[in-house]
Nanobody, 120 residues
Framework: QVRLVESGGGLVQAGGSLRLSCAAS????????MGWYRQVPEKKRELVAS????????TYADSVKGRFTISRDNRKNTVYLQMNSLKPEDTAVYYC?????????????WGKGTQVTVSS
């Protein structure tokens, strides 16, 4: 089973920046993709950005294009989300997600989440 450790959340003023990190560890798995989702109270969890391990293809929500950048360090099994020009509407709990194979079976796993709060 994969284990995820998230970090980098916090409180920042509008226009500021944060960088989220998510490190995967464990044995016997192969990661296909990693990404970040976010959720606010009373709303559904939504994709922010994701990156494929094999192709490097990146996907972004329209609301964050040009402001957020997702990247990956394959040697460390770590994904990063650089968030610039933050807005109050970016306030949410951000969750790391990993899509991986264990003994050839596709599996998903979620981190515990890290709070991002942007003040005006």
């Amino acid at each position: 089973q994969v284990r995820l450790v998230e970090s980098g959340g916090g409180l920042v003023q509008a226009g500021g920046s944060l960088r989220l990190s998510c490190a995967a560890s464990g044995r016997g798995f192969s990661i296909n993709a990693m990404g970040w989702y976010r959720q606010v109270p009373e709303k559904k969890r939504e994709l922010v950005a994701s990156i494929s391990t094999t192709s490097g293809h990146k996907t972004y929500a329209d609301s964050v294009k040009g402001r957020f950048t997702i990247s990956r360090d394959n040697r460390k099994n770590t994904v990063y989300l650089q968030m610039n020009s933050l807005k109050p509407e970016d306030t949410a709990v951000y969750y790391c997600n990993v899509d991986y194979l264990i003994v050839g079976v596709p599996t998903n796993y979620w981190g515990k989440g890290t709070q991002v709060t942007v003040s005006s």
